[in-house]
C-alpha cells in the first residue's frame, strides 16, 4: 500500500505539467466529447509514461544529451503552443479545433515529459529495478489520464467563463512555463 500511495504521489508530482498544459491549452475550444477528452489524455499519458520508460532504459547513454537540451527543447515547445494560443485568441477564430492538431497535442504531450524523462534518467542511475519501473509507469500514465482529462474540463469551462482572455491568459501560462523550464 505505502509503494502504491508513494508512486501516485510521484506521479502526480509529474503530471502537474500536464494539467496546467491541458488546461490552458482548452481553453478556446466550446465543447468537447469523451472521446476527444480521452484521445488527447491517452496521447498525453503514452508519451509521458513511455518517455520516463526511456530515461531508465537509456539512462546512462542519453543522460548527457538531456541535461544540456531538455531546457530548450521543453522551452520551444511551449513558446510555440503558447504563441500559437495568442495567436488565435487575439484574432479570434471561432474555427472548431481538435486541441489545436494532433501536432500540437504531441508537441504539448512532450513538452511536459521531459522532466519524466529526466526522472527516469535518475532512476536508471539510481539502480531502480525493472519491476519498480514497470508499477511507477502504469501508475503515472493511469494519473496523467486522469489530470490531463480534467485539465481539458477546467480548460473548457474556463474558457467559456473568460472568453478570448482565457486563450491570451493560457498562452501566457504556457510561455511563462516554458520560461521557468528554460530558467
Known amino acids: 500500500m505505502a509503494a502504491l500511495l508513494s508512486s501516485i504521489i510521484f506521479a502526480l508530482s509529474l503530471c502537474a505539467d500536464c494539467f496546467a498544459i491541458s488546461a490552458c491549452s482548452s481553453v478556446t475550444l466550446k465543447k468537447t466529447g469523451f472521446r476527444q477528452v480521452l484521445s488527447v489524455a491517452l496521447v498525453f499519458a503514452l508519451v509521458h509514461s513511455s518517455l520516463f520508460a526511456l530515461g531508465w532504459l537509456f539512462g546512462d547513454m542519453v543522460s548527457p544529451y538531456v541535461e544540456r537540451l531538455a531546457n530548450i527543447i521543453g522551452f520551444i515547445l511551449l513558446l510555440y503552443v503558447g504563441g500559437s494560443m495568442i495567436i488565435e485568441a487575439i484574432r479570434g477564430e471561432e474555427k472548431p479545433r481538435d486541441l489545436g492538431s494532433f501536432v500540437k497535442v504531441l508537441l504539448g504531450g512532450v513538452a511536459t515529459s521531459i522532466d519524466a524523462l529526466a ?17 511507477k509507469a502504469a501508475v503515472l500514465f493511469v494519473i496523467t489520464v486522469l489530470t490531463v482529462a480534467l485539465g481539458i474540463l477546467g480548460g473548457i469551462s474556463a474558457g467559456r467563463r473568460f472568453g478570448r482572455a482565457a486563450g491570451i491568459v493560457g498562452g501566457l501560462v504556457l510561455i511563462a512555463i516554458g520560461v521557468n523550464i528554460l530558467v
Do not use: N, P
Not at 526522472?119 to 508499477?135: L, P
Open 119 to 135: 526522472v527516469g534518467i535518475s532512476f536508471s542511475m539510481g539502480g531502480e529495478s525493472a519491476g519498480d519501473m514497470a508499477f
